[in-house]
């Protein structure tokens, strides 16, 4: 089992995203994504993706806010927990990212990057302010089926 954070950070309209486009035998290799990593021993997740929009981006996020969990069940053959979070208050300025190229997407744009499908269906749930919990089972790239419970 793997714990992992992921950030949207919002702006004027626009969603910060990582093209993953730098990294060898990346399993998002050519997909958009939000910003996060896995958790360190001893961290929170709020921690964690202060850590990880800090390493990945340059940029200090102050007050994330929890969005709810993503389980990837079985995702490249473990089973990933992801705590979700937005931010809209940061400083500093974004760095040359080790992890793909950065760049501030209109919003009614996002759904028209290459994602993966998980994405296309809570991104929606975020722009509402949702609280949720949701299950997504893959199998390779391809989506099987998914499940979700709101708060």
Same mark, same amino acid.
């Given at each position: 089992?793997?714990?992992?954070?992921?950030?949207?950070?919002?702006?004027?309209?626009?969603?910060?995203?990582?093209?993953? &486009?730098?990294? /060898?035998?990346?399993?998002?290799?050519?997909?958009?994504?939000?910003?996060? @990593?896995? =958790? #360190?021993?001893?961290?929170?997740?709020?921690?964690?993706?202060?850590?990880?929009?800090?390493?990945?981006?340059?940029?200090?996020?102050?007050?994330?806010?929890?969005?709810?969990?993503?389980?990837?069940?079985?995702?490249?053959?473990?089973?990933?927990?992801?705590? &979700?979070?937005? /931010?809209?208050?940061?400083?500093?300025?974004?760095?040359?990212?080790?992890? @793909?190229? =950065? #760049?501030?997407?209109?919003?009614?744009?996002?759904?028209?990057?290459?994602?993966?499908?998980?994405?296309?269906?809570?991104?929606?749930?975020?722009?509402?302010?949702?609280?949720?919990?949701?299950?997504?089972?893959?199998?390779?790239?391809?989506?099987?089926?998914?499940?979700?419970?709101?708060?």
């Amino acid at each position: 089992m793997k714990l992992a954070t992921l950030c949207y950070i919002k702006e004027n309209g626009r969603t910060l995203m990582i093209h993953r &486009v730098k990294k /060898a035998n990346d399993i998002h290799e050519g997909k958009w994504n939000g910003l996060g @990593g896995k =958790l #360190e021993p001893g961290e929170s997740p709020e921690q964690c993706v202060m850590r990880e929009v800090r390493e990945e981006a340059g940029l200090e996020i102050e007050s994330p806010r929890y969005h709810g969990l993503l389980v990837f069940a079985d995702f490249k053959a473990e089973d990933w927990y992801v705590f &979700v979070f937005t /931010a809209t208050r940061f400083r500093g300025s974004l760095i040359d990212s080790a992890e @793909g190229r =950065l #760049e501030w997407v209109r919003d009614e744009e996002l759904l028209s990057l290459p994602l993966w499908p998980s994405d296309r269906i809570f991104f929606p749930w975020l722009a509402a302010g949702k609280v949720f919990s949701a299950r997504f089972q893959y199998h390779g790239e391809e989506m099987l089926e998914h499940e979700v419970s709101f708060y």
